[in-house]
């Protein structure tokens, strides 16, 4: 099984930057697809970015392509999401997923970390 941990969430001004990591241990030598979900207060989770594994082939969604991305260090089982100019919108509870196969769903989830943007 994986385990994941968020972590690097925090307070910030809109513009700013916040850079989030996500931890993986245990058996990271099955994963195929990492991503990044949010959940904003009394809206559905909503996809943000995923990355392959081994390969680092990148997605994200609409609303942040240009203003975030995503990466991974395979040595340290690490994912990451880096956030530039960030707006009161992303405000949400950010967390980070796993799954095993390209046709599998994510089945692996971290606690999530709290991102605020404050106007």
């Known amino acids: 099984q994986v385990q994941l941990v968020e972590s690097g969430g925090g307070l910030v001004q809109a513009g700013n930057s916040l850079r989030l990591s996500c931890a993986a241990s245990?058996?990271?030598?099955?994963?195929?697809?990492l991503g990044w979900f949010r959940q904003a207060p009394g809206k559905e989770r909503e996809f943000v970015a995923s990355?392959?594994?081994?390969?680092?082939?990148?997605t994200y969604s609409n609303s942040v392509k240009g203003r975030f991305t995503i990466s991974r260090d395979n040595a340290k089982n690490t994912m990451y999401l880096q956030m530039n100019n960030l707006k009161p919108e992303d405000t949400a509870i950010y967390f980070c997923?796993?799954?095993?196969?390209?046709?599998?769903?994510?089945?692996?989830w971290g606690q999530g970390t709290q991102v605020t943007v404050s106007p």
């Open positions: 997923a796993a799954k095993r196969t390209m046709l599998s769903t994510y089945d692996v």
């Open positions: 990355i392959t594994w081994s390969a680092g082939d990148t």
């Open positions: 245990g058996r990271t030598f099955a994963m195929y697809r």
